[in-house]
């Protein structure tokens, strides 16, 4: 069998984006500090039993891993390639703590309050997880140390740094950036930058 070259970056490339230099690091407000002995995530809203799911960091860290090999698009236009995370698949996570059958769309809450709203549908791609490490080494603090949510396929502001808690959602709402003006969806491929590009019924009513 003859193997198939490795695709170049250039198609890999959404429209509208660059390929920079080294690797940049772009975050919203202070890097918290991490204490194991207090850190707990949180599964909440509308969960299949109706109750939250608490996991503290020794939990949490011993759950199954997996390792995915994916670029991260960034909506300031540039785009890092070929990133290897590893960490805890959404699968993972929703077979211990599933959503009610309603649920349809996710919100990922990180330190200081941010949060990210996505599908479900996005939520449970299979490249989508709770990343822990980048390129076999812990993620360093400032993107995003201990767990971060990766979800590649959408621009990077959706991919939560210093997650604590998934929210299940019945109704859909916006999150942090979404609140001030960034596309509710966020597709790379169709240049979903901005909430004044949303089409009927991509956006909450």
């Keep these: 069998m003859v193997e198939q070259p490795e695709p170049s970056e250039e198609p890999r490339l959404p429209p509208g984006q660059y390929v920079p230099r080294g690797r940049p690091v772009i975050h919203y407000g202070r890097v918290p500090t991490f204490r194991p002995a207090t850190w707990q995530l949180h599964v909440m809203g509308a969960t299949a039993s109706g109750e939250q799911h608490r996991f503290t960091w020794p939990q949490f860290s011993e759950l199954p891993r997996t390792t995915i090999v994916a670029d991260f698009h960034c909506v300031t236009k540039f785009s890092i390639m070929g990133n290897e995370w590893n960490g805890v698949s959404t699968a993972t996570l929703m077979e211990i703590a599933p959503p009610a059958p309603g649920v349809r769309h996710v919100m990922i809450w990180g330190e200081y309050g941010y949060s990210a709203?996505?599908?479900?549908?996005?939520?449970?791609?299979?490249?989508?997880?709770?990343?822990?490490?980048?390129?076999?080494?812990?993620?360093?603090?400032?993107?995003?140390?201990?767990?971060?949510?990766?979800?590649?396929?959408?621009?990077?502001?959706?991919?939560?740094?210093?997650?604590?808690?998934?929210?299940?959602?019945?109704?859909?709402?916006?999150?942090?950036?979404?609140?001030?003006?960034?596309?509710?969806?966020?597709?790379?491929?169709?240049?979903?930058?901005?909430s004044y590009q949303e089409e009927a019924g991509e956006g909450p009513p």
């Design 117 to 194: 709203n996505i599908r479900i549908g996005d939520f449970t791609r299979s490249q989508t997880m709770f990343a822990m490490e980048f390129d076999e080494k812990p993620i360093s603090p400032e993107r995003g140390f201990p767990v971060r949510m990766i979800v590649p396929h959408l621009y990077a502001w959706k991919s939560v740094k210093w997650v604590r808690a998934v929210e299940y959602l019945l109704e859909d709402k916006r999150g942090f950036w979404e609140e001030r003006g960034y596309h509710n969806i966020a597709d790379p491929w169709r240049e979903q930058r901005y």
